[in-house]
């Protein structure tokens, strides 16, 4: 019985980061740039509560994202697997965590601008954007921070995995792919923020479809059951 929390947990954990993850981000709105556009704060005012309630749950998905990792982590914790899973998990929570902050940045000043002068006077709009953009400049240094960082914990992450086997080889080659990706991209082309968008829709793609697996199998070490699995 025990065994079988200890699987729920984690895998509805993954399951439940990757929905609210991805769906904040599918269903919102209004999407805010890497910098302010003027116009971006009266369409923010016109569906405010929408925008903010919708943009909370998508944030929150990040810190669920903490948690499933963090889980997970302890679910390895007599395993020899721990020697990568540990690191990968924690550098990879702590890129989600400067992303979530990253992405904080942005809610906040797109709700307060939304409430002020700025939701209605292109002028004031205009120079809220302008007082923003060095704040903004620093913020986008995060973005790809939290990017890179979650890139190489979900590397570390997966060779963890193959290792020791514990979940499908898929499950590991697809993190892999995906945190290469992250940090190629990144470092490559550090000025075009928006081409990451399909590395976010895999990797919450990837958190469902390992979550799922793990709340149906569990996870097993070498092909050997080391949790035992629902049924």
């Known amino acids: 019985m025990n065994a079988n929390f200890h699987i729920r947990l984690v895998g509805g954990s993954f399951i439940a980061a990757a929905l609210m993850m991805w769906l904040g981000w599918v269903l919102l709105p209004v999407k805010i740039g890497a910098f302010f556009d003027p116009n971006v704060f009266g369409q923010i005012h016109d569906q405010f509560h929408l925008w903010i309630w919708i943009y909370r749950v998508h944030l929150f998905g990040m810190i669920v994202t903490v948690i499933a990792l963090f889980a997970l982590m302890a679910l390895v914790a007599q395993s020899p697997s721990r020697i990568l899973i540990w690191p990968g998990a ?16 942005y809610y906040h000043h797109g709700a307060w601008g939304s409430l002020g002068p700025a939701a ?45 086997k514990l979940l499908p080889i898929w499950s590991a080659c697809a993190a892999a792919i995906i945190g290469i990706a992250a940090m190629a991209l ?25 979550g799922l697996h793990i709340w149906r199998r569990g996870i097993v070490e070498g092909g050997s059951p080391s949790v035992v699995p629902l049924v």
């Not at 890129?95 to 902050?101: C, E, P």
């Not at 995060?142 to 963890?160: H, K, P, Q, S, Y």
Request: charged residues 15%.
């Open 120 to 164: 209605s006077d292109p002028d004031a709009a205009k120079n809220l954007v302008e007082a923003l953009k060095i704040e903004t400049e620093y913020v986008t240094c995060l973005t790809r921070f939290g990017r890179v960082f979650g890139g190489l914990g979900l590397l570390t992450l997966a060779w963890g995995i193959a290792r020791w």
């Open 186 to 210: 990144t470092m490559a082309l550090p000025d075009q923020l928006t081409y990451y968008q399909p590395i976010f829709h895999t990797h919450a793609l990837w958190m469902a479809a390992t």
């Open 90 to 105: 924690a550098v990879a929570s702590s890129g989600m965590l400067v992303s979530a902050l990253a992405a904080a940045f």
